[in-house]
């Protein structure tokens, strides 16, 4: 059986980003939400120079730099909070599933901000999405 | 790439505004260290090889699809390891999540 080798990436993102939640609640177990933001942002900052994308930093436009900074930002800033859920006593089957519900927030704001319009099946996934956030935090 | 570069740039305020707020004053235990720095390394680690998935010919909303469903590979791997235990209204609520994320995933 041949499988395609995107296969095999998607898996690869599937264990990686999955067992990224348990190793959240692990960290949250023995140190702060504050010691585990530090020691993340250490963990990216050892892949920087590999991705450092060389001179062609200095032609991005302001406004791609100012987006994938402030991306960067906010990301940490959630991740913040998402250790702060998991050291207060959340569990990961359920912080996880829950904080990864953040594609609702865009597709309420998209219409307004970015003036994308919501499709009936988006439609249903918003309604999807706000029965789990109920469901999952009873 | 040259995003992934910005983005971590865009952390840095965050991680070191946590650190003046604690007074350059971390905990000290070893396995916290541990499991934050494997926090980091598989963060990234799974980015790179979500443009890996994309770079290697698949469909975008496929693969956008099947990873966006990496927190139901946490669930099972709590209720395994952390021996974690959910109740049938939150099982239910991961199956409401399930369809959210692969109809958002969709675009």
Redesign the interface.
């Known amino acids: 059986m041949h499988v395609?080798?995107?296969?095999w990436?998607?898996v690869?993102?599937?264990?990686?980003?999955?067992?990224?939640?348990?190793?959240?609640?692990?960290?949250?177990?023995?140190?702060?939400a504050?010691?585990?933001?530090?020691?993340?942002?250490?963990?990216?900052?050892?892949?920087?120079p590999f991705?450092?994308?060389g001179k062609?930093?200095f032609h991005?436009s302001r406004h791609?730099?100012v987006y994938?900074?402030?991306?960067?930002?906010?990301?940490?800033?959630g991740?913040?909070g998402l250790f702060a859920a998991m050291r207060y006593g959340g569990?990961?089957?359920?912080v996880?599933?829950?904080s990864?519900?953040y594609?609702?927030i865009?597709?309420v704001l998209s219409p307004f901000v970015l003036h994308e319009s919501v499709t009936l099946?988006?439609g249903?996934?918003?309604l999807?999405?706000l029965?789990?956030?109920?469901?999952?935090s009873? | 790439m040259g995003m992934q570069f910005l983005f971590t740039i865009g952390g840095l305020p965050v991680a070191i505004a946590v650190l003046i707020g604690k007074k350059f004053k971390l905990e000290k235990s070893p396995r916290g260290i541990l499991y934050g720095l494997a926090v980091g390394l598989l963060s990234a680690a799974g980015s790179f090889a979500f443009f890996g998935a994309y770079h290697s010919g698949g469909n975008a909303s496929v693969i956008t699809t099947v990873t966006g469903l990496y927190p139901m590979v946490t669930v099972v791997l709590a209720v395994l390891t952390l021996h974690e235990r959910l109740t049938r209204s939150q099982i239910l609520g991961l199956g409401f999540a399930a369809v959210a994320f692969i109809i958002f995933s969709l675009g």
């Open positions: 395609a080798p995107w296969f990436f998607a690869a993102v599937l264990i990686a980003w999955g067992a990224v939640g348990i190793f959240q609640k692990l960290s949250t177990n023995y140190i702060s504050e010691s585990t933001l530090v020691w993340l942002m250490a963990g990216f900052l050892l892949f920087e991705i450092y994308p062609a930093l991005y791609s730099v994938g900074v402030l991306s960067g930002l906010l990301s940490t800033l991740a913040w569990k990961a089957s359920i996880t599933p829950f990864a519900l594609p609702l865009v597709v099946l988006q249903v996934g918003v999807c999405a029965i789990a956030v109920y469901l999952l009873t």
